[in-house]
């Protein structure tokens, strides 16, 4: 599967946007897709993840609350809505795909996109 994340650009602290991650290939379905981030200097971190039928969501401490993963299966699409955003939510954004169960170790998804740049100014 293909992964084409987009929507980040520059927004003012407590502002919101909507990362889109778009899937190709076969079986969208039945991926588990996440969303990581890293900021400049710093590891890639989870942010949140869903299973194939949005039955289960999973988000890191620090953007629940304010973060809504969702997807949309029949569109191949999986969003990530961003809420009440601060000056530490900027960094790249990556959305990630793998089969099975859900997982917050980046190192466990098989597919990655190539990450959308979201910066927060305070």
């Known amino acids: 599967v293909q992964l084409q994340a987009s929507g980040g650009g520059l927004v003012q602290a407590g502002g919101s946007l909507r990362l889109s991650c778009a899937a190709s290939?076969?079986?969208?379905?039945?991926?588990?897709m996440g969303w990581f981030r890293q900021a400049p200097g710093k590891e890639r971190e989870f942010v949140a993840t869903?299973?194939?039928?949005?039955?289960?969501?999973y988000y890191a401490d620090s953007v629940k609350g304010r973060f809504t993963i969702s997807r949309v299966n029949a569109k191949n699409t999986v969003y990530l809505q961003m809420n009440s955003l601060k000056a530490e939510d900027t960094a790249v954004y990556y959305c990630?795909?793998?089969?099975?169960?859900?997982?917050?170790?980046?190192?466990?998804?098989?597919?990655w996109g190539q990450g959308t740049q979201v910066t927060v100014s305070s």
């Open positions: 990630a795909a793998k089969i099975l169960y859900a997982a917050v170790t980046g190192s466990e998804y098989d597919y």
């Open positions: 290939g076969r079986a969208f379905s039945s991926y588990v």
């Open positions: 869903i299973n194939w039928s949005s039955s289960s969501t």
